[in-house]
Protein backbone atom coordinates (compact mmCIF):
# COMPACT_ATOMS: atom_id res chain seq x y z
CA UNK A 1 0.00 0.00 0.00
CA UNK A 2 1.29 3.26 -1.21
CA UNK A 3 0.36 6.94 -0.35
CA UNK A 4 -1.11 7.48 -4.12
CA UNK A 5 -3.30 4.18 -3.83
CA UNK A 6 -4.66 5.42 -0.52
CA UNK A 7 -5.00 8.88 -2.07
CA UNK A 8 -7.99 8.02 -3.79
CA UNK A 9 -9.88 6.28 -0.69
CA UNK A 10 -9.08 8.58 1.84
CA UNK A 11 -12.32 10.87 1.22
CA UNK A 12 -14.39 7.82 1.63
CA UNK A 13 -13.19 6.68 4.80
CA UNK A 14 -13.60 9.64 5.86
CA UNK A 15 -17.34 10.26 5.33
CA UNK A 16 -17.41 6.58 6.91
CA UNK A 17 -18.36 5.20 3.47
CA UNK A 18 -15.28 3.32 3.48
CA UNK A 19 -13.61 0.74 6.13
CA UNK A 20 -10.06 0.81 5.83
CA UNK A 21 -8.67 -2.59 5.28
CA UNK A 22 -5.98 -4.17 7.51
CA UNK A 23 -3.15 -3.03 5.14
CA UNK A 24 -4.45 0.58 4.49
CA UNK A 25 -4.81 1.11 8.53
CA UNK A 26 -0.87 -0.04 8.74
CA UNK A 27 -0.62 2.56 6.15
CA UNK A 28 -1.94 5.48 7.73
CA UNK A 29 -0.61 4.30 11.14
CA UNK A 30 3.01 5.18 9.66
CA UNK A 31 2.65 7.43 7.38
CA UNK A 32 2.42 11.25 8.48
CA UNK A 33 1.15 12.63 5.20
CA UNK A 34 -1.65 10.24 4.94
CA UNK A 35 -2.54 11.00 8.42
CA UNK A 36 -2.55 14.62 7.46
CA UNK A 37 -5.13 14.45 4.49
CA UNK A 38 -6.85 11.89 6.61
CA UNK A 39 -7.60 14.58 9.21
CA UNK A 40 -8.07 17.34 6.63
CA UNK A 41 -11.18 14.84 4.99
CA UNK A 42 -12.62 14.68 8.86
CA UNK A 43 -12.46 18.37 9.34
CA UNK A 44 -14.24 18.96 5.91
CA UNK A 45 -16.55 16.27 6.70
CA UNK A 46 -17.33 18.02 10.50
CA UNK A 47 -17.44 21.49 8.47
CA UNK A 48 -20.46 20.11 6.02
CA UNK A 49 -22.07 18.10 8.19
CA UNK A 50 -22.10 21.58 10.74
CA UNK A 51 -24.07 23.63 7.99
CA UNK A 52 -27.40 24.77 8.46
CA UNK A 53 -29.23 23.70 5.35
CA UNK A 54 -31.96 25.31 3.64
CA UNK A 55 -35.25 23.49 3.75
CA UNK A 56 -36.35 22.69 -0.25
CA UNK A 57 -39.51 24.40 -1.70
CA UNK A 58 -42.72 22.00 -1.01
CA UNK A 59 -43.19 21.01 -4.53
CA UNK A 60 -39.00 20.06 -5.16
CA UNK A 61 -40.16 16.64 -4.71
CA UNK A 62 -42.95 16.28 -6.69
CA UNK A 63 -41.23 18.77 -9.92
CA UNK A 64 -38.33 16.83 -10.00
CA UNK A 65 -40.48 13.41 -9.63
CA UNK A 66 -42.43 14.95 -12.78
CA UNK A 67 -39.29 15.46 -14.40
CA UNK A 68 -37.88 12.01 -14.19
CA UNK A 69 -41.08 10.71 -14.93
CA UNK A 70 -41.89 12.66 -18.46
CA UNK A 71 -37.98 11.56 -19.34
CA UNK A 72 -37.98 7.86 -18.70
CA UNK A 73 -41.68 8.09 -20.57
CA UNK A 74 -39.73 10.02 -23.70
CA UNK A 75 -37.16 7.53 -23.51
CA UNK A 76 -39.22 4.68 -23.73
CA UNK A 77 -41.48 6.46 -26.40
CA UNK A 78 -38.07 6.35 -28.78
CA UNK A 79 -37.11 2.55 -27.53
CA UNK A 80 -40.82 1.88 -28.28
CA UNK A 81 -40.95 3.39 -31.85
CA UNK A 82 -37.54 1.65 -32.50
CA UNK A 83 -38.59 -1.72 -31.58
CA UNK A 84 -41.86 -0.88 -33.50
CA UNK A 85 -39.82 0.01 -36.95
CA UNK A 86 -37.83 -2.96 -36.32
CA UNK A 87 -40.57 -5.58 -35.96
CA UNK A 88 -42.61 -3.80 -39.47
CA UNK A 89 -39.06 -3.93 -41.21
CA UNK A 90 -38.80 -8.25 -40.59
CA UNK A 91 -42.23 -8.69 -41.58
CA UNK A 92 -41.86 -6.62 -44.38
CA UNK A 93 -38.38 -8.63 -45.50
CA UNK A 94 -40.92 -12.14 -44.36
CA UNK A 95 -43.77 -10.45 -46.49
CA UNK A 96 -41.06 -9.97 -49.68
CA UNK A 97 -39.52 -13.29 -49.21
CA UNK A 98 -42.42 -15.00 -49.00
CA UNK A 99 -43.56 -13.43 -51.83
CA UNK A 100 -40.52 -13.77 -53.97
CA UNK A 101 -40.83 -17.81 -52.76
CA UNK A 102 -44.14 -18.11 -53.96
CA UNK A 103 -43.08 -16.46 -57.45
CA UNK A 104 -40.49 -18.74 -57.97
CA UNK A 105 -42.48 -21.52 -57.40
CA UNK A 106 -45.13 -20.33 -59.87
CA UNK A 107 -48.01 -19.81 -57.49
CA UNK A 108 -48.03 -15.64 -58.63
CA UNK A 109 -47.47 -16.49 -62.85
Known amino acids: MDCNQLDTLIEAMADGTLEP ?7 LETCTRCQASLEHAHQIERFLG ?4 PAPPEAFT ?3 MA ?3 RERWQTERVFD ?3 NLAVAAGLLFILIGAA ?7 FLT
Open 67 to 69: LIS
Open 81 to 83: LGF
Open 62 to 64: AGV
Open 100 to 106: GLAWSLG
Open 50 to 53: ARNL
Open 21 to 27: SPAERAH
